[in-house]
């Protein structure tokens, strides 16, 4: 894999497919920055005032951030820190931030993710959770899709006893524009394995709404 994108993250050069920021192919952001100067004027814009004479290559750069998991490998990811361990009751991560874009209206949608598993035999390093996340996020998406993702990464990487993922999302082309509902939450979930009864499905539901004091 090349041309990886990445936060400016000290860890990014230790982990399989990531790249740092300041490697952008500097031809591919001249080729986008050309395509958002054109915009700008079809907008009624002028791409020569001051104030947006750096805007295309700005939002070039951040249009490849905001999809750079395109380039990533979560899967590589997270077979990256597998370790042996004999525990085997369900590890949640909760509250993991998600920034990601609609593929309808290439608008933000921003929430939280919850994400648990039961270990058969390995446990994950737990960072790598909200890696696979991001890794998903970092793409045009709809919230489904996003939550399958990551439920089925962690599904065929660990091969746990089972995966449970739950995301609630803010999306904003139903807040700022369209219909604008401002306060509308979509909630989504995705389970396999033993998160498919119900009884540990109203576990994880039940750890994931109570509050750490
Ligand atoms: N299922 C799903 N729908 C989404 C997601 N993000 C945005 N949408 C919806 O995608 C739909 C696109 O519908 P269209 O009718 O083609 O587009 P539109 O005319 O801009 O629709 P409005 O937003 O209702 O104005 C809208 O209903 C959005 O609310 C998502 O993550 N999942
Ligand atoms: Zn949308």
């Known amino acids: 894999m090349s041309n990886h994108y990445i936060t400016d993250d000290d860890e990014a050069d230790d982990l399989p497919g990531y790249q740092k920021i300041d490697r952008y192919d500097p031809q591919l952001i001249d080729n986008l920055s050309a395509h958002y100067k054109d915009i700008l004027t079809q907008l009624g814009e002028d791409p020569e005032r001051e104030g947006l004479l750096k805007t295309p290559e700005r939002v070039a750069k951040a249009m490849l951030y905001l999809t750079h998991g395109y380039k990533l490998d979560a899967k590589a990811i997270l077979t990256s820190a597998l370790f042996k361990e004999d525990y085997s009751q369900m590890v ?5 931030e998600v920034y990601s874009m609609c593929e309808h209206h290439m608008l933000p949608f921003f929430g939280k993710a919850h994400i648990a598993y039961i ?3 390995h446990v994950v390093g737990l960072s790598k959770i909200p890696r696979v996340v991001d890794i998903y996020s970092r793409r045009l998406q709809v919230q489904e899709r996003l939550t399958n993702e990551i439920r089925d990464c962690i599904q065929e990487t660990l091969k746990p006893i ?3 993922v739950v995301m609630e999302c803010r999306h904003l082309c139903m807040c700022m524009r369209g219909v604008q509902k401002q306060n509308s939450v979509t909630t989504t979930s995705a389970f396999t394995g033993g998160f498919l009864q119900e009884k540990t499905r109203a576990e994880f539901l039940n750890l994931i709404s109570s509050k750490l004091s």
């Open 162 to 164: 089972g995966v449970g």
């Open 92 to 96: 949640i991560v909760k509250d993991i």
């Open 119 to 121: 270990p058969n035999g």
